[in-house]
Every structure is written in structure tokens, then in C-alpha cells.
């Protein structure tokens, strides 16, 4: 609304500033009397009410002032065009970036400022990551707006859970076959939902992602339901458990290395995995982007129709995204469940679809660096934001809100060819 | 003397009391550039719906021959009829995949092929050289009819971003990497410049002599029309009216009938007077 009104450059126009600013000011009143205008306390035991309407006509007036402040400094600067792709990275610098990244985060946990929490912090970082590069197959590539996405990942961590409480199964023998049952969901969700698009599609995978989670809260006998599933064995390092002790006949890590136990090897180990993980599914990814199903995905994305008249079959492709996608979520879940040790429909809410939806958008649909970014903005903000208390929610969503108007299509908006008739141009414009 | 390639047998379509397509045949041949023409609402892009599967007509006969085998393509998905067949289209509205490069849209087209070569998948990612013969394969035809159309230099820029023509020129192209037997063309020649009117004439004759392939045309451009055809075919209210060589078309009064309202005229529409004028 501010963008339709806004005034040639270099020029205030006072005004219709004025009307703005008064405008904007009148939503914040709306807004702000029943949030913040009253205040339930407590009068002996009894709810009473406190009104705050002082707070209320300091935040208008600031509202008001900084819509003016807001709307000045625009006009006196250069005009700039809103919603235009700029690009945060050529691409060398995006090569250089990937790579330094990448040392980077092999060299984490040995790193003067690092510390247990930090490390675990980027081991969930990276686990978004994961979601965030198997989501964007499916969103990204196939353009299938999927919001279920965590039923997947759900599928993932208890797959791994009961076939290690079952069938006794390690981390890594179960991996596998966690990849491919979320994958066999993946292709149960696509068989109904092949004749829908967008709003329609969106809706039938957020009652999907529900369905498995009210199913995981309430199939008791198998679930354990609300109470979730405990005791999920850690993985070992080539059959050598990180643990202090080991049964009879078992070396331990530390053991065979000669080194004393210390628990922050654990969580070194599980960061490595998770990075192992995240670094196989970037590869993996980024091939089948550049081999005939990738294009025919991102083909489907454009253009279904103009798919079936060249002869592509439009089921295949797409039951084939969602089926990539899930087993990449399913791999992420079972990695989640033996890290936490613990699991429970609680991990697997709407939120969690929200958020790895918001990754792959923040990042940039289609690209892999722009899900990094988006994954460690997203993730580490709230925690950083910890010391702000309840303004952490509202420090999130400002930083939301600046990148859409910002970066409209995500921080690395670039679509990089499958491949090239030309070698490209250099400096990467 | 060519032979059938494509035989229309009492090919029907109705939308609900609207009769699109109404009792119609006819018969394409290899190597010959058939157009069906006909007033705006004739029925023709119907047809076209009806033979690459979009619609599945209620009444009505469409075979195929390619070699010695025989397709009826009313009974067949629409991305077969592509695949097997060999039946490719261009749309009224093209059709492009606009956010990829010119030169994905033409690989995109070779999937087929490709994904077989890649062993669906698993040796694409092993990199198996099987593979990477293929793609270049691909990527060579690709530049092909690149250079064909005109498009070479243009080849890594998103196909969004090229002017109205070469979109035109580029759908045909990408039709073409799918190795068809009949190609249909949905006013390809619409929104062209003259001089690009002109290229397209000659880019499908050199298409037909090369391939040796059918050629299905709908257009209003009556220079492309009288051009290039062979065969014409006029439609009006679904029905054929019509049928013969350019010339004797051209002629007919039930034809002159259609396009006017009236029989005898002294305005015959712009197209035809040009086109007259031009040949006589």
C-alpha cells in the first residue's frame, strides 16, 4: 500500500505523507488497544482488568512519527525498484561462498569460540538444512506447494524409533529403510493429490501432515501416543558406541582412541553425521537437478500441459518429487530421533512444516546456498533472541517481514541453467 | 505418392448442446503441409485437442500410422500420444517452459530418450558415460534446430525473455526435438511480422522435405496458408465445407460463403484480397 502511494524521488510530498502517517497510525490504534490497551491482573484472586492506554498513545504517536521519519527518507533518497531480482552473489562468489561454507563447517567444533552449545545449535541448523534442500525438491523444483512436509519427517524419526525398539536395529541399518517408508508415503500423499495445484494442493498436504500426527498421538499400542517413544539408541561410530561404558565385549570410542570419555564427543559425532547427511543429500540434489527427471520437474512446475504434449508423463514426475522429497525428510527424521533420543508427535507439528516452508521460501525456491542462509537465519535467530524474552517472537517475525520487502523472492534468487550450449560469460552477472 | 499418415473418421465433439466438431474427416499425409482453416469458433484448435488428447472426442475415429505400426489416438493418454505416437503440437498461446533456457526447453523435449539413457535416474547419478553420450547427443540436436530457428546465440537465456516471434520459432523447434511423425501447429503464424511470415513458410517446407514428416496447420494468415499448403481443409460451425487443393479452395463459393456471410460479395476479407491480387 505504501509502494502504490509512493511520491517521485527527491521530493517530500507532505501532504499525502501526513495522510499516511495518520493512516498507519490508526491501524496501530485498532491494533494496539485490545493488545496492549488492556491488562488482566490479578485482584485478590479475582481476574480484574488494568487499562494501559498510556502505552497505547506512545506507541500510535510512534508509529505515526516513524511512518513520516520512514516515508521523508524514502523520497530523499534515490528511487529504487521494489521486487527487482539483485542478486546477493555472482556466480564465483557463490562457488567461493559454497566452499568456504563448507570448511567452515568442518572446522566448527575445533574452533577457539565453539562450544557444546553452539555445536549442537548447527547440528539443528543443519537438520533444517536437510529439510529445507528435501522440501525444495518438491516446492522449489516441482513447484508442489507442499505444507504436510513434517509427515515425512515424522515418518522418518519413528520409523527409526520402533525398528530400533522392535527390531533391535542400529541408526545406521535402519537409515535406509527410514528413507524409504517416508518415501512410500511421499507416493501414498502424491496418488490422491496428482490432479491438484496450488491452494487446493496446499490445503490436501496440511490435512496430510495432521492426519500423521493425530494418528501418531493416537495408535497408543504402537506410538506409545502422546507419550511418545524413549530410549532410541544413539548411533555408533563404525560399531563403537559414544558412550562412557560399553557392554562386555564392546569397545567404546574413547576407548579405542585412547582418549578420556568427555560427552561433547557425542555431540561433535552427531554434528558430523548430520553434516555427513546434509552434504550427501546437497550432492544428491544438485545431480538429479541437472539430470532429465530435475528439468522434468522444474518442466512440470512451468508448464504441465506443455509437459503431456511432449510426451512426459506428468504422474510419474511428480508422484517421483514427492517421493525424493519425503525420503530426504525421512532421512533428516531418523537423524532428529537418534539425536533427541526422544520423540513425540509434539516434534511434528504445523509450526514445523511452517518453518521449513519459510526456509525454502526465505532462501530463494531452487537454490541450495539461499536454504543454508534462510535455515541459520531462521534457526538461530530465536535463539539469539532468548535474552529478549518474549520479544523474541516479534525480533523473528521483523526479520521476516525486512527479507520479504527486501529480497522479495528469497536471499539467492537465481536460477543457475541444468546446462549450458555457451560457456557462461565471466564475472557471473 | 504419399502415404496416410493420419486418417480422421467421423471424428465428433460436443460441449454440452454445442456441437464443437461435427462429423468430420479427413486424411493427412506424410511429407504434405495440410491446413485446416476455417471463421474464428469453426472448431479447429478442437480438433487439435481431440488428436494430441487434451479432449476425448465422443464420436469418431483418429488413426495413426507410424511405419507399420497403427495408433488410435482416441483411446490413448495425451503424453503417450507424444511419446508413441510421435504426435507433437504447438499451442495458440505458446506454450514455453518461460523460466528455463532456451536451450532446456529443447533438452526437456529429448526426455524420453534422455531418461532412458540415464536408466531412469540411477546412471545419470553414477555418471555413467552411457549418460553422458546422451545428453551431448541431446544438447547436439538441441543446436541443430537452434541454429534452424535462429536461436543459437540465445541458447542459455531464459525463453521468457525473447521477443514474440522467436517464442514462435522456439516452440516449433522444441516440438521438433521430439522426433515426431506428424507435427500440429495452432497458428503458428500469429502475431508475426511479414518477414517473419515468411520465414516460417520456409522453415516448415525445409522441416517437411528434411524429415519427411506431416505437417497439421491451423492459421488465419492466409499468406502462410496459400504458401505452403498442400492439402486444405475448411471448417465452419464444425462441419467441413471444404477440401481440396489451395488453389481450388481459394475458389469455392462455399468457402467465399463462410468467411463473408453472403455469396456474392465485393469485399472478399483483406487476407484473401491480398492474396489474390498477389498471385493473379
Known amino acids: 500500500m505504501a509502494e502504490a502511494a509512493l511520491p517521485p524521488p527527491r521530493r517530500v510530498h507532505w501532504q499525502s505523507l501526513l495522510k499516511e502517517a495518520a493512516l498507519a497510525a490508526g491501524v496501530a490504534l485498532v491494533l494496539a488497544v485490545p493488545l496492549v490497551g488492556f491488562e488482566t491482573i490479578n485482584v485478590n484472586a479475582v481476574l480484574g482488568l488494568r487499562t494501559r492506554f498510556g502505552w497505547v498513545a506512545i506507541g500510535v504517536a510512534g508509529v505515526f512519527a516513524g511512518r513520516i521519519l520512514l516515508g521523508a527518507a524514502r523520497s530523499l533518497m534515490p528511487e529504487r525498484r521494489y521486487g527487482a531480482p539483485r542478486l546477493l552473489l555472482g556466480r564465483r562468489h557463490t562457488t567461493l561462498a559454497a566452499t568456504a561454507a563448507i570448511i567452515f563447517a568442518l572446522a566448527l567444533?575445533?574452533?577457539?569460540?565453539?562450544?557444546?552449545?553452539?555445536?549442537?545449535?548447527?547440528?539443528?541448523?543443519?537438520?533444517?538444512?536437510?529439510?529445507?534442500?528435501?522440501?525444495?525438491?518438491?516446492?522449489?523444483?516441482?513447484?508442489?506447494?507442499?505444507?504436510?512436509?513434517?509427515?515425512?519427517?515424522?515418518?522418518?524419526?519413528?520409523?527409526?524409533?520402533?525398528?530400533?525398539?522392535?527390531?533391535?536395529?542400529s541408526f545406521w541399518e535402519a537409515l535406509p529403510l527410514a528413507g524409504l517408508l517416508a518415501a512410500s508415503f511421499g507416493?501414498?500423499?502424491?496418488?490422491?493429490?496428482?490432479?491438484?495445484?496450488?491452494?487446493?494442493?496446499?490445503?490436501?498436504?496440511?490435512?496430510?501432515?495432521?492426519?500423521?500426527?493425530?494418528?501418531?498421538?493416537?495408535?497408543?499400542?504402537?506410538?506409545?501416543?502422546?507419550?511418545?517413544?524413549?530410549?532410541?539408541?544413539?548411533?555408533?561410530?563404525?560399531?563403537?558406541?559414544?558412550?562412557?561404558?560399553?557392554?562386555?565385549?564392546?569397545?567404546?570410542f574413547s576407548a579405542f582412541f585412547h582418549v578420556p570419555f568427555n560427552p561433547g564427543q557425542r555431540i561433535g559425532f552427531l554434528y558430523y553425521v548430520v553434516l555427513a547427511?546434509?552434504?550427501?543429500?546437497?550432492?544428491?540434489?544438485?545431480?538429479?537437478?541437472?539430470?532429465?527427471?530435475?528439468?522434468?520437474?522444474?518442466?512440470?512446475?512451468?508448464?504441465?500441459?506443455?509437459?503431456?504434449?511432449?510426451?512426459?508423463?506428468?504422474?510419474?514426475?511428480?508422484?517421483?518429487?514427492?517421493?525424493?522429497?519425503?525420503?530426504?525428510?525421512?532421512?533428516?527424521?531418523?537423524?532428529?530421533?537418534?539425536?533427541?533420543?526422544?520423540?513425540?508427535?509434539?516434534?511434528?507439528?504445523?509450526?514445523?512444516?511452517?518453518?521449513?516452508?519459510?526456509?525454502?521460501?526465505?532462501?530463494?525456491?531452487?537454490s541450495q546456498l539461499g536454504v543454508v542462509l534462510a535455515a541459520i537465519v531462521l534457526v538461530t535467530l530465536p535463539e539469539f533472541g532468548r535474552g529478549l524474552a518474549q520479544y523474541r517472537m516479534l525480533l523473528f517475525g521483523a526479520a521476516m517481514i525486512g527479507i520479504m520487502i527486501w529480497r522479495?523472492?528469497?536471499?539467492?534468487?537465481?536460477?543457475?541453467?541444468?546446462?549450458r550450449l555457451h560457456p557462461p560469460r565471466r564475472g557471473g552477472g | 505418392m504419399s502415404g496416410a499418415l493420419l486418417e480422421v473418421e467421423h471424428l465428433s465433439m460436443r460441449f454440452g448442446g454445442l456441437v464443437a466438431v461435427d462429423d468430420l474427416s479427413f486424411t493427412a499425409r506424410d511429407r504434405e503441409i495440410t491446413a485446416i482453416i476455417g471463421p474464428n469458433g469453426a472448431g479447429k484448435t478442437t480438433?487439435?485437442?481431440?488428436?494430441?488428447?487434451?479432449?476425448?472426442?465422443?464420436?469418431?475415429?483418429l488413426s495413426l500410422h507410424r511405419g507399420e505400426r497403427r495408433f488410435l489416438l482416441e483411446r490413448m493418454d495425451g503424453f503417450?500420444?507424444?511419446?508413441?505416437?510421435?504426435?507433437?503440437?504447438?499451442?495458440?498461446?505458446?506454450?514455453?517452459?518461460?523460466?528455463?533456457?532456451?536451450?532446456?526447453?529443447?533438452?526437456?523435449?529429448?526426455?524420453?530418450k534422455l531418461m532412458r539413457a540415464?536408466?531412469?535416474?540411477?546412471?545419470?547419478?553414477?555418471?555413467?558415460?552411457?549418460?553422458?553420450?546422451?545428453?551431448?547427443?541431446?544438447?547436439?540436436?538441441?543446436?541443430?534446430?537452434?541454429?534452424?530457428?535462429?536461436?543459437?546465440?540465445?541458447?542459455?537465456?531464459?525463453?521468457?525473455?525473447?521477443?514474440?516471434?522467436?517464442?514462435?520459432?522456439?516452440?516449433?523447434?522444441?516440438?521438433?526435438?521430439?522426433?515426431?511423425?506428424?507435427l500440429c501447429l495452432d497458428e503458428p503464424a500469429a502475431g508475426l511480422n511479414p518477414r517473419e511470415s515468411a520465414e516460417l513458410n520456409e522453415l516448415l517446407l525445409s522441416v517437411r522435405a528434411e524429415l519427411g514428416i506431416g505437417v497439421l496447420l491451423i492459421e488465419h494468415d492466409m499468406t502462410v496458408v496459400m504458401g505452403i499448403s498442400d492439402h486444405i481443409i475448411v471448417l465452419d460451425y464444425g462441419r467441413k465445407i471444404a477440401e481440396g487443393k489451395p488453389d481450388a479452395v481459394r475458389r469455392d463459393p462455399a468457402v467465399i460463403k463462410a468467411y463473408l456471410g453472403e455469396e456474392e460479395s465485393e469485399a472478399l476479407p483483406?487476407?484473401?484480397?491480398?492474396?489474390?491480387?498477389?498471385?493473379?
Not at chain 2, 153 to 174: F, K, M, N, T, V
Open chain 2, 47 to 61: 480438433v487439435f485437442n481431440c488428436l494430441t488428447g487434451f479432449y476425448r472426442p465422443g464420436i469418431g475415429r
Open chain 1, 109 to 169: 567444533p575445533f574452533l577457539p569460540f565453539s562450544s557444546r552449545y553452539l555445536v549442537d545449535l548447527a547440528t539443528t541448523v543443519l537438520i533444517y538444512v536437510m529439510l529445507g534442500w528435501g522440501l525444495n525438491v518438491v516446492v522449489g523444483l516441482a513447484g508442489l506447494l507442499d505444507l504436510g512436509y513434517v509427515a515425512f519427517y515424522a515418518v522418518g524419526a519413528y520409523s527409526f524409533a520402533l525398528f530400533a525398539q522392535w527390531f533391535d536395529l
Open chain 2, 118 to 182: 540415464s536408466l531412469w535416474s540411477v546412471g545419470g547419478l553414477l555418471g555413467l558415460p552411457l549418460y553422458r553420450r546422451a545428453e551431448a547427443e541431446a544438447m547436439e540436436r538441441a543446436r541443430h534446430w537452434l541454429d534452424r530457428v535462429g536461436l543459437v546465440e540465445r541458447a542459455d537465456e531464459a525463453a521468457e525473455s525473447l521477443p514474440y516471434g522467436a517464442q514462435r520459432r522456439l516452440e516449433i523447434a522444441r516440438a521438433l526435438c521430439t522426433d515426431p511423425v506428424l
Open chain 2, 80 to 112: 503417450r500420444i507424444a511419446r508413441d505416437a510421435g504426435v507433437a503440437r504447438t499451442f495458440q498461446n505458446i506454450r514455453l517452459f518461460a523460466g528455463m533456457t532456451v536451450l532446456e526447453n529443447l533438452v526437456v523435449a529429448q526426455h524420453q
Open chain 2, 270 to 280: 483483406p487476407e484473401i484480397a491480398r492474396d489474390l491480387e498477389h498471385r493473379s
Open chain 1, 277 to 366: 547427511l546434509a552434504l550427501v543429500t546437497n550432492v544428491f540434489t544438485l545431480r538429479l537437478r541437472r539430470l532429465p527427471i530435475g528439468r522434468a520437474w522444474e518442466a512440470l512446475r512451468e508448464d504441465e500441459i506443455a509437459c503431456r504434449a511432449l510426451g512426459i508423463n506428468p504422474t510419474t514426475i511428480k508422484l517421483s518429487a514427492f517421493a525424493i522429497g519425503a525420503m530426504l525428510g525421512g532421512f533428516a527424521g531418523a537423524f532428529f530421533a537418534t539425536r533427541q533420543g526422544f520423540i513425540s508427535p509434539e516434534s511434528f507439528t504445523f509450526i514445523e512444516s511452517a518453518t521449513i516452508l519459510a526456509i525454502v521460501v526465505l532462501g530463494g525456491s531452487g
Open chain 1, 408 to 419: 522479495p523472492r528469497g536471499l539467492m534468487a537465481r536460477r543457475e541453467p541444468s546446462l
Open chain 1, 187 to 252: 507416493i501414498a500423499l502424491g496418488f490422491p493429490v496428482l490432479r491438484l495445484r496450488g491452494d487446493y494442493l496446499a490445503i490436501v498436504t496440511l490435512g496430510f501432515g495432521e492426519i500423521v500426527r493425530l494418528v501418531l498421538l493416537n495408535w497408543v499400542p504402537v506410538t506409545n501416543g502422546p507419550n511418545g517413544i524413549s530410549n532410541i539408541p544413539r548411533p555408533s561410530f563404525f560399531g563403537m558406541p559414544l558412550t562412557p561404558h560399553a557392554p562386555h565385549g564392546i569397545t567404546t
